[in-house]
């Protein structure tokens, strides 16, 4: 499908999928080349520099961000599986910045074409899924960044929205911090077990076998939750379902269970 | 008041064990953010609304100064006096001798969280004034002896059983068994025991949701009236209040409270909105006969310019707190000090101190709640962070997250080394998490003493793609993407 005005992009995978959860990033690569993109995947590739942002270190985060920067202004578009590196990439960066005559351009530059996958897929490549095929009931979660740094809140849903069989159910707290936020979790982990207990709560509510979000930090903490309270909602990335990757074990899941 | 900020962890932990106040924190919950949702729905023009208020601080703060005087002068020319007060200490020796220039024996006070944080009331009860709080909740609380726990709402972390033990200790004229299982009696008793406060107060202490340039006046929101009571029957009216108060016109007091009361309680109006302009004038049936405004700057000059600046747009509405995810699982007193929630975790280090309220500015997953629903458009999470930054350059905090830190960065910033280590990394992870998680990791204790930790699916994505690999592709033929 792909031909000379095919838009290059390169896939910033994230440290976590990466490490975690290669399938999204095989995910993402391919719901991008179906979409009709060049997807390049750049070895030079290795966090966004949120934990040092969060964690007030920001003359490293300016590090990161340059070498982020340098690696990846060149494509058409840089996309990222994931809200909060999203949000850190598209508004953090230029915050960042501010006042740098050199570097302040360079990051709004990036930023204009940096999109979080889900979004990227449905409002810049206006992408429709056809013969996509999951029985499953499904619970959607809003990452925090992913829903109010970058608005994404339709865009997943009408994906999915796709899937036949698939029943979306919405939980009353959605938008809800799931109780994840970096190094908030170990730090105070009574605070965010509570906050996640809830969160599970609501899921369990809605009835779905199946919870879903763009965040793997966010899915990470609800997966880990779910199996501490041995409850049986299997836990995935979107985009492991709109690329019909559901085959392999579910966050947290043993292998053999595929 | 002594802040209690450094023990944040413990005083979370202790909440969270506190089922009454877990209890309370649940019924917020349902409470003020739907009432909230439902206002603002109401308004076509709410998020206008919005605008307009930041806008409105926004240019008071780039003029502070002028309309200060402007201001002062319109106070002093209808007969009241300004006191500017730059610390806590003047402010409460201020109100301590407007009261004994009265004589005072008692002084009604109607809520501010000004007087609270200048701890006023202490210092006039050590000086042999009995202050007494008529807002139901600071009422409550003061019998207590308790910090308000919420901005609006200050006894919201009690159960009517708490309150109406309270009441039986505190009102021992009254009888013992007497019936007080309905909010209905316990505000009636409070009404009735109020009541010979509010006449017999020589002095009336409010606080100012708004002052206005334009008139000389304050502005005074409450849903029990019990204002109006303090500032009117008293001979003396003393105005406490934080110098970004102000407001340019009456114009924009009234577009200030037409976002104020739906962010706070979802309520289109608070129950009374009362405009206090000097003492009685020559025609007037009541009022006090002599009115004071004190001036409180406590810190707020040193935030102007700073990256907190925008902090001094906040109205106090509350609604930060309701929304925020933390604050419902802990509630106020956790936070340690007058404030709480977001606006408590910016406020509080510019007023006590960085380092005493260290842990405040993390106790946060920068969700960003509550800059969607803060009516000024603060951008809390956003000096969360900027504290966080303050707090690594003065490397507060453990040395060991730092080196953490530093040694993790110092791989992310060489591409190389970073791929071997992680190569590494998921090699020994995936040979002893081969069950797809972990029930606990030495090294991960704050995460698995409460949730499991996913392990690593096999080699890391980027050592898969470069080595060929697209992963499972068995869903191909079932499957057709492209352009709509
Ligand atoms: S910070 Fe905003 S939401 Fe919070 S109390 Fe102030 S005005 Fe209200």
């Known amino acids: 499908m792909s031909n000379n005005t095919s838009p290059r992009v390169g896939l910033f995978a994230t440290c976590l999928v990466d490490l975690m959860r290669p399938v999204v990033g095989f995910a993402a690569v391919k719901l991008l080349e179906d979409a009709g993109c060049i997807v390049d995947v750049p070895v030079a590739q290795t966090c966004c520099g949120q934990p040092a942002y969060n964690a007030g270190d920001t003359s490293d985060t300016i590090d990161i961000a340059r070498q982020v920067i340098t690696s990846f202004e060149n494509y058409d578009y840089i996309v990222v599986p994931s809200g909060s590196c999203g949000g850190m990439l598209k508004h953090h960066y230029i915050e960042l910045f501010e006042g740098d005559s050199e570097w302040a351009p360079r990051a709004q530059a990036f930023a204009d074409k940096t999109h979080e996958l889900l979004s990227f897929l449905d409002d810049i490549m206006k992408v429709s899924l056809t013969g996509l095929k999951l029985d499953a009931t499904v619970a959607y979660h809003d990452s925090c960044s992913g829903l109010r740094e970058l608005e994404i809140k339709k865009q997943p849903r009408a994906l999915l929205n796709a899937v036949d069989g698939l029943n979306l159910v919405e939980g009353t707290e959605a938008e809800t911090c799931c109780g994840f936020g970096g190094l908030f979790c170990v730090k105070y982990p009574d605070i965010s077990e509570k906050m996640v207990d809830a969160k599970v709560d609501d899921i369990v509510a809605t009835g779905a076998d199946t919870l879903v979000a763009g965040d793997l930090g966010c899915l990470m903490n609800i997966a880990g939750r779910l199996q501490r309270r041995n409850i049986d909602i299997k836990v995935r990335h979107t985009a492991e379902i709109l690329a019909n990757m559901t085959h392999g074990p579910a966050i947290g899941d043993p292998m053999d269970d595929a | 008041m002594q802040s209690t900020s450094p023990n944040f962890t413990q005083n979370a932990k202790d909440a969270l064990q506190d089922d009454p106040l877990q209890a309370a924190l649940a019924k917020l919950t349902d409470g003020f953010p739907i009432q909230r949702l439902e206002a603002a729905a109401r308004l076509p023009e709410f998020e206008d609304l919005r605008d307009e208020a930041r806008d409105i601080k926004t240019h008071v703060l780039e003029n502070l100064d002028l309309y200060l005087e402007a201001y002062e002068k319109k106070v002093v020319e209808s007969g009241g006096h300004v006191h500017w007060c730059q610390t806590a200490e003047d402010a409460r020796e201020t109100i301590l001798k407007i009261c004994q220039n009265a004589n005072a024996k008692t002084v009604t006070k109607s809520k501010s969280m000004i007087s609270e944080e200048i701890a006023v009331n202490d210092f006039l009860e050590e000086n042999g004034i009995e202050p007494v709080e008529t807002d139901l909740g600071e009422y409550i609380i003061q019998l207590r002896d308790e910090p308000p726990s919420h901005i609006i709402a200050p006894a919201i972390h009690l ?73 009117n029957l008293p001979r003396v009216h003393i105005v406490i209040a934080s110098i970004e108060k102000i ?87 956790a936070y340690g000090w007058v404030y709480s929630g977001p606006m408590g975790a910016v406020l509080i280090p510019n007023l006590i101190g960085m380092e005493e309220a260290q842990h405040l500015p993390h106790a946060s997953t920068l969700c960003g709640k509550c800059e969607s629903v803060c009516p000024m458009r603060i951008p809390l999470p956003k000096m969360l962070r900027r504290w966080r930054e303050r707090q690594f350059k003065a490397e507060l905090g453990s040395t060991r997250a730092r080196w953490a830190l530093k040694s993790w960065v110092w791989l992310v910033k060489r591409p190389r080394i970073y791929r071997l280590a992680m190569n590494m990394s998921v090699a020994i992870l995936g040979q002893i998490g081969f069950r797809g998680r972990f029930k606990s990791l030495p090294f991960a204790k704050g995460w698995t003493s409460k949730r499991d930790l996913a392990a690593p699916t096999g080699d890391t994505f980027l050592s898969q793609y470069h080595n060929g690999a697209r992963g499972d592709q068995s869903g191909e033929l079932i499957r057709r993407g492209g352009r709509k």
């Open chain 2, 159 to 231: 159960s009517k059983e708490q309150v109406a033990d309270t009441f039986r200790d505190a009102h021992t004229d009254l009888e013992k068994d007497r019936p007080l299982d309905e909010p209905r009696a316990l505000l009636e008793e409070a009404r009735a025991k109020l009541r010979t406060k509010f006449l017999s107060a020589d002095v009336g202490l409010t606080g100012a949701n708004m002052l206005i340039a334009e008139t000389g006046t304050n502005v005074l929101v409450t849903n029990e009236g019990n204002a109006d009571l303090t500032n």
């Open chain 2, 247 to 333: 407001v340019p016109t009456l114009e924009d007091a009234t577009t200030i409270l037409r976002v104020l009361a739906r962010s706070a309680t979802g309520q289109d109006i608070s129950v009374y909105t009362t405009f206090c302009t000097g003492p009685r004038q020559l025609n007037d049936l009541d009022g006090p006969e002599e009115y004071h405004v004190v001036l409180l700057d406590n810190g707020r000059t040193d935030m102007i310019g700073s990256e907190f600046h925008e902090m001094l747009r906040c109205i106090r509405c509350g609604a930060c707190l309701n929304h925020c995810p933390v604050y419902k699982s802990v509630g106020g007193h």
